[in-house]
């Protein structure tokens, strides 16, 4: 490099201008370099992603007829359809996120606001976090014997709800505990010296501010919680269902009823699996515009997810 | 040694005439943040409805001393009080582990060294210290949060945006809005931990003035960095150093005819 003396002399400065030139061309080669590269790496994922998803469309997408919402499945292809698979999707999803999500977000409040600071909670959250990642047919196992044997729940919605909300908790009570980290003290000290009880501080303060992260957790972890399908084959989910549980509303008194908890179930990802597994192109097409369907409630649970983070986070700024 | 040397000081006490009545006596408080010593042997009497201010180098402990009159250390793991910090007229010794820390903040308010505005309204803001007494009736919130913002020169400025989220005004008004927080429980002692280090020369001005106007009605104590701070604003100034009180006297003589050697080398910024 050029010292600050001949820099000085008139005549050397057009060399060192050359110099810093090139200098800077070379480093600028490694810039352009690497948005290559991590052009390239980000294009296998979204390619792939892209052309999956348009493979499945042009499979698929002839099938989707209001038809194909509102059939049983059926031996034959052209009749069959996903309306229990659908209902049992929505049924399953609804007792997982009744049952998950406040346990889960009241463990992840806990952990955050409430729990000592000692080996007990470490080795608690060590556990909730190694938890998440779990193979999910191992919960799959663990719900075979404790729910579906063991409490005597059967091969039932409650059964299969609660295996998904056992397996979307640990996804839940991270993300809330990020979220409540992520109000700063300085808050919580305010609360505090107004005289607020740990509680008033936590429903105020610490719960509101936090519901945009915690929200995204919940839809994130229902999102995963749709597209599981081994758990519930391994409790004794059917591939084959032709009627609907019973209606969670009667005209008679006392006008709700909770048999429809008992009752057999399916799901979209299963009824998928086994349209996938019958010989015949006609059937593998149900599967494609069943797989449509998945991506397509998944896709929406998370941009929404992602709105509601915006839209709620826009109105909170400290 | 430490300990004797502040004992000393203090049999001289400050002048009795203007302020007779004490609202506070601090008697042999030590304080611990697990294992290490922040305050050592801390004796001084707070006087009713004046400012007295804790000046000192940073580490010397005057935060950790004002934050043991509201119990905030509590929300500290591992941290523990010795000694007596007596509240009067009832004689409460608020850093007793049998007193709940909820129950001193209900008397003692604070105003912070950052403005910590609630992300809510400005309403909800002042208001939330009585909200969470369980005081429901409207007029009566409605006439104590325009005291408050009266009290913190503030409501002419906000009383037609009440409604408006109190993080979007600006560093001095938050301050002020943090200022009405405080005062709208009518506590008996208002603490304020280096209230105007976040803020601009106008802003911090006119808290400055309003720490003056409060004297009179309530007792203030405030830790400042700044000495010009407490000499404006403080009848009383405590110099600390190194978690001891080191002179303890009336603003006007702590100033001009300090009775310590460390008093009058940080005051002339022999060091600090």
Redesign the interface.
Known sequence: MTSVAQRLALEALPQYTAEVRTNVARRRRWDLVFAVVGLLATSVGVVTLVALFVDLILDGYHRLTPDFFFSFPSRRAAEAGILSAWVGTCLVMFVTAVIGVPLAVSAGIYLEEYAPRNWMTALIEINVSNLAAVPSIVYGLLALGLFVYTLGFGQSILSAGLTLAMMIMPIIVVATREAVRAVPHSIREAAYAVGATRWQVTRDHVLPYSIPGIATGVIIGLARAIGETAPLITIGALTFIAYLPDSPISTTPPFVSFDWLWSGFTVLPIQMFNWVSRPGTAFHANAAAAGIVIVLLTLVMNGFAIYLRYRLRRRINW | MGAQRAATVLEVKPNREHHPAVKSRVKDLNFYYGKSQALKRINMEIYEHAVTALIGPSGCGKSTLLRCF?R?HD?T?DTHYEGEIRLYPDDVNIVSSEVDP?EV??RI??V?Q?P????KSIYENVA??L???GIRNRTELDGRVEAALRGAALWEEVKDRLDE?G?ALSGGQQQRL?IA??L??DPEIVLFDEPTSALDPIATASIEDLIISMAGSVTVLIVTHNMQQAARVSTYTAFMYLGELIEYGPTNELFTRPRQQRTSDYLTGRFG
Not at chain 2, 116 to 119: A, G, L, R, S
Request: aromatic content about 12%; overall charge positive; proline content about 15%.
């Open positions: 509201n905030m929300l793991p909820i903040r209900m308010s604070m912070f950052k910590n505005p609630f992300p939330y210290g909200r969470v007494r989220p993080t943090c927080r405080a709208a429980t």
